[in-house]
């Protein structure tokens, strides 16, 4: 079965600064998709970025971008410039077209000022 | 564009009582629809999924139950509520074009 790793339960940033959150994940799917899913404290799950596995070229979202390394089965996630409203939980998730969606546990980003 | 209602936004029920949740999209049409449940401080816990009207898959054993009885209508219900359910509940539906998710507001349950 398909599992996401996100080893950091906590991480913290100062503003305006830069921080990248881990995410590993396990299947023997050679296509699929990743996404990550910022959840602020009013819990409205918002998708951030999305990857296609087929695609080498890593996808960008203005301060958002992503690090995916397909044969290590790694996709970190990049904030840029960080904001106070960046605070929030952010999830890892992946997903075979469908048929398997799994969310990792998880990590919990604070924004120093 | 793709919208989600989640009714109600908060609910405090006793133990032994009766729950219906109710999750109604809008702009789309014939959607995969899916139930979680998160407890406090932690991640998703996928409960139920729907690829259409009567369809619907189990992903937890457990004394919750959901049904579709129509196309942009998702319930999730119990017979008897137990302290364990207390959670957030979260509806989603699948994204038409790369399956991402779409989630909507949320339902935080509090049983008593």
């Known amino acids: 079965a398909q599992t996401v790793t996100q080893s950091q339960p906590e991480m913290s940033v100062q503003e305006a600064e830069t921080v990248t959150l881990s995410c590993t994940y396990d299947?023997?799917?050679?296509?699929?998709?990743l996404f990550w899913y910022k959840q602020p404290p009013s819990r409205q799950m918002i998708l951030v970025i999305r990857q296609e596995a087929y695609k080498q070229q890593n996808a960008t979202e203005n301060r958002f971008s992503v690090n995916f390394q397909k044969a290590a089965k790694s996709f970190s996630l990049k904030i840029s410039d960080s904001q106070l409203g960046d605070a929030a939980m952010y999830f890892c998730?992946?997903?075979?077209?469908?048929?398997?969606?799994?969310f990792g546990p998880g990590t919990r980003l604070s924004v120093l000022p | 564009s793709q919208t989600i209602h989640q009714w109600p936004a908060t609910l405090v029920q006793p133990v032994g009582s009766p729950l219906s949740l109710e999750c109604t999209v809008e702009?789309?049409?014939?959607?995969?629809l899916y139930w979680y449940r998160q407890a406090a401080g932690r991640g998703l816990q996928l409960l139920f999924y729907?690829?259409?009207?009567?369809?619907i898959s189990s992903e937890v054993p457990q004394n919750l139950s959901a049904s579709r009885p129509q196309d942009r209508q998702f319930i999730l219900s119990s017979k008897k509520l137990l302290l364990s359910d207390s959670g957030f509940y979260l509806c989603?539906?699948?994204?038409?074009?790369?399956?991402?998710?779409?989630f909507g507001p949320g339902t935080r349950l509090t049983v008593t």
């Open positions: 299947t023997s799917e050679s296509d699929y998709y």
């Open positions: 702009g789309t049409s014939n959607p995969n």
């Open positions: 989603a539906l699948e994204g038409e074009d790369s399956y991402e998710q779409y």
């Open positions: 998730a992946y997903d075979n077209y469908g048929q398997n969606f799994v």
């Open positions: 729907s690829v259409g009207i009567g369809q």
